[in-house]
């Protein structure tokens, strides 16, 4: 658990960054800490790791104060992840996950040799490994900067706006695949977002600032969403609330999915153009698995896998109407691709299906 005891920030200027903040951050648990700008999110943040020195009050560490503790110390306990990774960029990928457990100590085969295991437990191939910074994509990038921060194996995690450098449709999957991470590792994490969606779906509990570095309220979404505790709080996370609150409505077991023609790459487009019958969008799979989908005006003769449109998200069948409406919006025509948890085809939705008020909707 963190811990912040009436915690202060002032600076010589006078400016006061964070105003006595007291709350807790969970054991295993995400906390997301959001508000607008110049709120002192990263003030807070990166006193816990002490690269910033509190006014007064107290942060403690599993009821341990960091003020006496020794700096190497408390920072090896300490992943930090920051936006845009912050990678070595003279430094190939595995190099750059390695770096953190030379520091600790292990041997340059060891280290190296978890830097694999890292890498695969972040999502990314081994192939990956002796590229530079500079030959992969933003998203695969922040990955590795997670990596890093897992190599010495530390109890908590802070991280800085990780997710904001990339375009939302990497954002979404970058945000799944943390918390199918968290799953697995069960860390203390504290992340700053100016993102009010992002906190709300990552967040165990989202401690809301307000300007002047006071501490609004913290509470789990849905106790947010339900029980603001004032107007500063309810305008903050309130735009755009039943949409919001998608998030924490379950897809309906019952729900009825259309059936889809399908095609595998590779087909003669005629073929394709018979199993669309009226439409001009036609779902593409491979081993089961959906590809997207494929425009069957196309003049072409058979459907090759770089004409086929990538852009669709999918929904899991267990997952929120939120992910369904996702889905749909991301679809070329407006069916949302639902998929088991083996990423097989099970069927589309339309925005009806969202929508409809037959559904009784459970809330996480
Ligand atoms: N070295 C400094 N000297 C004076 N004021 C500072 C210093 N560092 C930060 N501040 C001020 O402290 C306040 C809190 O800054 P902080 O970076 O923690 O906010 P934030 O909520 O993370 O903002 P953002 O969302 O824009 O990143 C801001 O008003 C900022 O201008």
């Known amino acids: 658990m963190i811990s912040f ?9 006078g400016t006061v960054a964070v105003d006595r903040l007291s709350f807790s951050a969970p054991t295993g648990k995400i906390t997301m800490l959001v508000g607008p700008s110049g709120c002192g999110k990263t003030t807070s943040l990166r006193m816990i790791n002490r690269l910033i020195e509190p006014s007064s009050g107290s942060i403690l560490l599993n009821g ?9 110390k408390l920072r090896r306990k300490i992943g930090y992840v920051i936006q845009n990774a912050g990678l070595f960029p003279h430094k190939t990928v595995q190099d750059n996950i390695a770096v953190t457990a030379l520091l600790n100590g292990a041997t340059r085969t060891a280290a190296r040799k978890k830097a694999l295991e890292l890498l695969e437990l972040v999502g990314l191939s081994l192939s990956m490994a002796e590229r530079y910074p500079w030959q992969l994509s933003g998203g695969q990038q922040q990955r590795v900067g997670v990596a890093r921060a ?11 706006e990780p997710f904001s450098a990339v375009d939302p449709v990497v954002r979404e999957q970058l945000q799944d695949e943390f918390l199918r991470l968290q799953r697995e590792i069960g860390k203390t994490i504290i992340m700053v977002t100016h993102d009010i969606d992002e906190a709300m779906k ?3 509990q ?5 300007p002047g570095g006071r501490l609004a309220q913290v509470a789990s979404p849905v106790k947010l969403l339900n029980e603001p505790q004032d107007a500063f709080v309810a305008d903050f996370i309130g735009r755009d609330r039943g949409y919001r609150k998608l998030s924490f409505d379950s897809i309906p077991g019952n729900i009825s999915l259309t059936k889809e023609p399908v095609i595998e790459p590779g087909i003669s487009v005629n073929a394709a153009r018979a199993l669309a019958g009226e439409s001009t969008w036609v779902l593409v799979i491979e081993n089961e698995c959906p590809l997207g989908w494929y425009d069957v005006t196309q003049n072409k003769i058979t459907v090759d896998a770089e004409d086929i449109n990538l852009g669709s998200t999918f929904a899991p069948k267990n997952g929120t109407l939120r992910q369904l409406m996702d889905a749909v919006l991301s679809s070329p025509c407006q069916r949302g691709i ?9 069927g589309t939705a339309t925005i009806e299906h969202v929508f ?5 909707r459970t809330v996480r």
């Not at 530390?154 to 800085?160: G, Y």
């Not at 409809?356 to 009784?360: D, K, L, T």
């Open 338 to 346: 639902v998929v088991d948890e083996h990423q097989r085809f099970i």
């Open 202 to 204: 990552l967040g165990d």
């Open 64 to 72: 341990q104060p960091t003020a006496g503790m020794d700096l190497v």
């Open 5 to 13: 005891e009436n915690i202060s920030k002032f600076y010589a200027d």
């Open 150 to 160: 897992l190599a010495s194996d530390p109890e908590f995690m802070l991280m800085d």
């Open 356 to 360: 409809s008020p037959s559904y009784s």
């Open 206 to 210: 989202v401690a809301v600032f307000r």
